[in-house]
């Protein structure tokens, strides 16, 4: 049978498909808060999103119907004090949503009747809530409806409780005490067990009405956030987290026996993101939505484990989705899930994912009852022990148009499908004939193999083609198998040539075909080196693969080209050698100008610390060494400490936002080292340190105020980073002046003219170089150049300030406070000006940076690459170097400049 062996799945072929930009919901201000959560919530009738509100915190409700790009002021859900952090819809009244907020407080909003996000007033009325549940200390980061009892709602704190709530008398009746920041967390599908992940690594099922764990084991060992979804009427729970190598993982528990995971932990990649799962207890589905990345994975349940179907691979990240249940997606497009992602914190897009069948009719094998919208138990019933699985809705009458039709919770369609999927009749029983007897042809001759392999081929038809029609016509999700273009064996069929020059053949159908042994494929060998003929056996007979009358040219012409190829390859060789003599010279050239402006930490260590504290007397040979030692421990411990932040789970984000914080508090001591002679030296040692302590208190202190605990989500939030970025850039102001006020110094800035370079005339000699100079000549000759030139420096110092005061004053303060101030919004014309603006300063600037340092060595730039390609074509300078002429730059003994550096003497020339 034609085709490869699949696993049967109605939903193998199911894809997800985005919307187009207008169908989307644009002119968004998304939330911006850092508290991991999935941003929106989705019913059939309205979308819920986090919003990015000034004055408190706020959510805004839209209807599914009203698409494309929104009006610019909307009414919004008010009421909290501080930003909301998730919201959650009642299952069974689509006009009831319930938030929970930073302020600790829990609100239930209603939608009022036809609303609409069009308005012909000026500023659109907010919505105001109904119900205020209040009971938590700290922030409230999650909550969730019963997905069985009417009026039951789970709302979790940062005060590392869960509050069950019975939103229609307003009182909190349960509590579930966790050790830690609780994470996520699902209910069962009759609403008696709640399952938990928290921060301190560890999966609970709760028996909530007992107010204790049932089951509590230690989930994924990563330290960033896990996610547990429970997976409809299955006694199973699905988990998403991370290894302690930051790799994304995903696990499937028995909520009977959780001891380990179901097959261990699966790894699905190594991106950051927080995976956020979804559960269609229709479809046996799991869909995985990574946080930061566009990519959607879906998995079938099937056989106690995970089978990946397929992929949604957008460029378009998103930061928070939702799915919509499967009462409200649109059964006459073969929609078995739709999802609703946000893009660039700005829109959201709807993605549909589909069944690709060609069928008009009802698909009842691919349309399970849904959950209907009937409580199945209400509010105190559940409260005393009561449970039970909601009454689900028959699909097919909202297919025809009509009112939803309850059916049993247990109830299964019927097997037979309104529209079958078309099956192939058995085909009957073939008689197979006799074998006849065939004379074998002789051997062809040279003559009949210089036909054309794939010409003779082409005549010859797979007979197939009858089983692949069978099959192909089978079902419209049958995967085809790709025809294997193999050579037939002459087991299968013989062909007796009937001319010498065109053979035709004779085909027969042996029932056991006789064994003939065929030689084994051989990989591809040079003629050269393998002159003798291979014989491939065909349905024609065999053929030569190599004909001895086209071997000559073939091997004369191989050779030929192995010859240029050799040529080439020692010529590129000695260029090579060349380079690599030139690029040592180089790296000379740089060790003689000195470490320091090359590496600076290599400079601290050699000239400000070994040559100050420990060897004053040390040679240019020794402060060389010493600068090779510091780079390469350097470099080590950059690379141990890297690896040590991948390993602890810090991304690059993060250490780009905390490193402001750790080492801002030495800008201004720092610079006023440099231009003010009063400055102290204990406000230069003392000040950054007691300004890093103080801003990384600060930091830490804003986030736990704010979040209520400290891990690297919250410490990645705008508020902590900005504060503690701010404290440590303007604490300084402060105590700079005042510790040099009480201890004021006198500093002498001509002291810098006593600094002595080294002596490294046994280095010189060392390498080749004729230096005839000593260190107190080379210096007083570089102090009277500055002595010379001291009205340019001091010019251009006053222009580095005045422009660098400009432009600071100019960005933060004269900018910005006004724009801040007056609440002014770009017009879409004055933001295209400003985007233009900025292009076209970014274009100047990288052409000033780019190109004005390449202008200003323009000369010793065409005398380094003259240099080389003398060396290369063989037409070097000669010359001894002599070091230090009366302009301060190199020349041979010739009188020829070369550029203002030393090097050393090379026989065939000088770079």
Known sequence: MAGRFVRASKYRHVFGKPTRKESCYDNLHISRNAWDTNLIKANPEYLSVNWEASGGGAFAVIPVGEK??????????????????????????????????????????????????????????????????????????????????????????????????????GKSHLSLKHADIVQSLSWSANGSML?????????????????????????HSGAKNSRVVWMGEHNRLATTGFSKMSDRQLALWDVGAPAQPIGGFTVLDSISGVCMPFWD???????????????????????????????????????GIAFLPRRGINVHENEVMRAYKTVNDS???????????????????????????KPAVSAAEWLSGKDGIPAKIDLESVYDGNAPVEVASDYKPPVAAPAPTPT??????????????????????????????????????????EDDDDDDASSFEEISKPIQKSIPTAARAEFKPQSPTKPVPTKTEPPKPSPVSQPTPRSAQSPISSPTPTTIPTSSGPISAVGSSSNGSVEVSLQQIKSLLEAQTKTITAQSEKI????????????????????????????????????????????????????????????????????????????????????????????????????????????????????????????????????LATLSDFYPTVAGNMLALTAPIILTPLITYISPENYNFENFKDLQQVDDRDFDEAQGVDSSKSAVQKTQEEIGAVERNSSELLQARNWAIGAALFITISLTILWPIPMYGSGYVFSKRFFTGWIVVTFIWAFFGA?????????????????????????????????????????????????????SVRTREKDNGVL
């Open 424 to 465: 192939r009749a058995p085909a009957p029983a073939k008689k197979e004939p006799e074998p006849a007897p065939v004379a074998r042809a002789p051997p062809p001759t040279m003559t009949e193999q210089k036909g054309s392999i794939s010409a003779m081929a082409s005549k010859f038809q797979d007979d197939g083609g």
């Open 580 to 711: 690599g003599q030139l690029a040592q010279e180089v790296d000379t050239l740089k060790m003689k100008v000195g470490s320091g402006s090359q590496d600076q930490i290599a400079g601290l260590v050699t000239y400000d610390f070994y040559r100050s504290y420990i060897n004053p007397q040390a040679t240019g040979k020794q402060l060389v060494l010493v600068s090779h030692f510091s780079v390469a421990g350097f470099g080590l411990l950059i690379a141990s400490v890297s690896v040590g932040f991948c390993y602890a789970g810090f991304s690059v984000t993060f250490i780009v936002t905390a490193i402001g914080i750790l080492i801002d508090g030495a800008v201004i001591p720092s610079a006023c080292t440099l231009f003010w002679k009063k400055q102290s030296k204990y406000a230069v040692t003392i000040v950054p340190i007691i300004s890093s302590i103080a801003s990384i208190g600060t930091w830490l202190g804003v986030a736990y105020h704010r979040s209520g605990t400290i891990t």
């Open 347 to 373: 829109y959201i897009e709807p993605i549909s994912f589909t069944v690709p069948r060609r069928a008009e009719v009802f698909q009842s094998d691919i349309y399970p009852p849904a959950i209907g919208s």
């Open 281 to 319: 207890d229709g479809t046996q589905c799991l869909y995985l939505a990574g946080k930061g990345d566009g990519n959607i994975r879906y998995f079938e349940y099937e056989n106690d484990k995970f089978e990946f179907l397929s992929e949604h691979k957008s460029s378009d990240p998103q930061r």
């Open 68 to 169: 494309g790009r929104l009006p610019e002021q909307i009414p919004l859900f008010r009421g909290h004090t501080a930003p909301v952090l998730d919201t959650d819809w009642n299952p069974f009244n689509d006009r009831i949503i319930a938030s929970g907020s930073d302020d600790g407080k829990v609100f239930i909003w209603q939608v009022p009747q036809g609303f609409t996000l069009y308005s012909d007033a000026e500023e659109p009325a907010d919505v105001a809530p109904i119900m205020k549940l209040t009971g938590h200390s700290r922030k409230v980061g999650q909550v969730l409806f019963n997905p069985a009892a009417e009026n039951i709602l789970a709302s979790a704190s940062g005060d590392y409780t869960i509050k069950l709530w019975d939103i229609g008398t």
């Open 195 to 219: 399952a938990t992940t928290s921060r301190d690594k560890k999966l609970r099922v709760w028996d909530v009405r007992q107010e204790r764990p049932a089951q509590e084991i230690q989930g």
């Open 847 to 899: 052409v000033v940076i780019t190109g004005l340092p390449l202008w200003e060595s323009r000369k010793e730039i065409a005398v380094f690459f003259s240099r080389i390609w003398g060396d290369i074509v063989g037409r070097g300078v000669g010359g001894k170097v002599v070091v230090g002429d009366d302009n301060g730059v190199l020349a041979f003994e010739g009188g020829e400049k070369i550029v």
